[in-house]
């Protein structure tokens, strides 16, 4: 005799609301409930955070505006939390600015939802950060190591010898602070040539000068005892942290443009398909590690520009008349507007404005041809392209890779695509294939 199958009972979404506004908090009360969800209102952000801690929900949807404190602090301490940083956030906010979503995906927020939100939109919405989070998907960002605020860089001096610490320490004097062993990790240690740092000295922030003999030529991260130690340490201290500003902005926004697919399932991980296919190509065509960095960050953000398009409009899948289609093609220009104030995201912004142009010169914003268009910009575009050949859409069925590949030729005999970077395509395709 065979037993019936007994599927088991899936428990229902434990959901914190943290609204000060009483209205609100019921309305979303009850539309969660209705929807068989278990839900708790803390009225500020000390009673929201006490029931995250408390209750360990599925969700957190979060106010910005608090009494007591604003809805960014909530969710950084939420995050900040071994306990609690897996929990997904979602902001619920009257504050629509593309700025206000940026603050709130950096802190680690799984979307923002602007008020008045629309009940059907928010329980997708919901459900897609969800499902997210079933995955177990790492996250993206990491909370930063928090150094207390200084008015000039601090340095550690792990040198060996003390007549060269003492001449390290008076010529850095009139620009650095100082540390001793044992306190805070300096944004710069000096060691030997070939010498090790101390671990308690140093975080993924610590740029590390060698300290080399009056013989040996100094490197990019080397440097003599003599009067030019005050501008290569300080150079050096600079460059991290451009370059950790950078990787703070990119992951800002990279956060945004997969919220902003993240409601759209058939959108859902497409930059990031799109980057890592793009990357896959630029290696097969021997480029080198800036070209290919700056190929995968232009490949996750050339549609940030969707974010100053109607949400709606973004999502349809129907037929659009002739003006929304010029709405839609305005995003890369939108995109540009975005990114253009950050000056180390500059490298990335033909890729944003250009990805939807054709060797041929009908493709848009600008209607470029080929002599006009920079490699990274042919890559992102074939990459992308190929990408979404691969998954069902409204107006058409996906397709297999080698199908994929051979539209892509056909568009490369029609003057549309670069012929080269296709041809690194089909040779990236047919490598998984024979790794399969």
Not at 57 to 75: E, H
Not at 180 to 197: C, F, K, N
Not at 231 to 248: F, H, P, S, T, Y
Not at 376 to 399: G, I, K, Q, S
Request: proline content about 6%; charged content about 25%; some cysteine.
């Amino acid at each position: 005799m065979t037993l019936p199958q007994i599927n088991p009972v899936k428990p229902p979404t434990n959901v914190v609301v943290v609204e000060d506004d009483p209205a609100s908090a019921d309305v979303l009360q009850r539309r969660l409930q209705a929807n068989g969800m278990l839900v708790s209102v803390g009225r500020d952000g000390s009673e929201g955070l006490a029931l995250v801690k408390k209750i360990v929900p599925d969700l957190v949807l979060l106010d910005v505006m608090l009494p007591d404190t604003d809805g960014y602090d909530v969710c950084l301490r939420i995050k900040s939390d071994g306990n609690t940083a897996h929990i997904p956030v979602i902001f619920l906010s009257a504050r629509g600015e593309v700025v206000d979503k940026v603050r709130g995906l950096s802190c680690g927020a799984a979307d923002y939802v602007t008020k008045p939100w629309n009940a059907a939109e928010l329980l997708a919405r919901i459900d897609a950060v969800l499902a997210q989070a079933r995955s177990a998907r790492a996250p993206r960002l990491e909370r930063p190591t928090v150094r207390p605020a200084r008015q000039r860089p601090t340095v550690a001096l792990a040198l060996s010898d003390g007549a060269r610490r003492h001449r390290a320490q008076t010529l850095l004097a009139s620009s650095f602070d100082v540390i001793e062993e044992g306190g805070q990790p300096a944004d710069l240690v000096l060691v030997d040539a070939g010498g090790m740092v101390p671990e308690e000295l140093a975080d993924d922030e610590t740029a590390v000068l060698e300290i080399v003999g009056d013989g040996v030529a100094p490197g990019p991260e080397a440097a003599r005892l003599d009067e030019s130690l005050v501008r290569d340490a300080g150079l050096l201290v600079r460059e991290r942290r451009i370059n950790r500003d950078l990787d703070a902005a990119a992951d800002a926004l990279i956060t945004l443009a997969t919220a902003l697919e993240s409601h759209d399932r058939s959108t859902m991980g497409h930059s990031e398909r799109v980057a890592a296919r793009a990357v896959a190509i630029a290696q097969v065509l021997g480029l080198d590690e800036q070209a290919i960095r700056t190929i995968r960050l232009g490949a996750l953000l050339r549609d940030i520009g969707n974010a100053k398009l109607p949400p709606a409009l973004v999502q349809r899948h129907g037929e659009l008349t002739p003006a929304e289609r010029e709405l839609v093609a305005s995003h890369p220009i939108h995109g540009e507007q975005i990114l253009r104030g950050l000056q180390p995201l500059r490298a990335i912004l033909p890729i944003v404005r250009w990805h939807h142009e054709r060797l041929d010169g009908k493709g848009y914003p600008d209607a470029l041809r080929a002599e006009q268009l920079p490699l990274e910009v042919r890559v992102v575009t074939v990459a992308d392209r190929f990408e979404a050949l691969l998954v069902d859409r409204a107006d058409r069925a996906r397709v297999s890779e080698p199908q994929a590949v051979r539209i892509l030729q056909s568009a490369v005999a029609q003057g549309e695509l670069d012929p080269a970077v296709v041809a690194a395509l089909a040779a990236q395709v047919r490598s998984m294939e024979a790794a399969r």
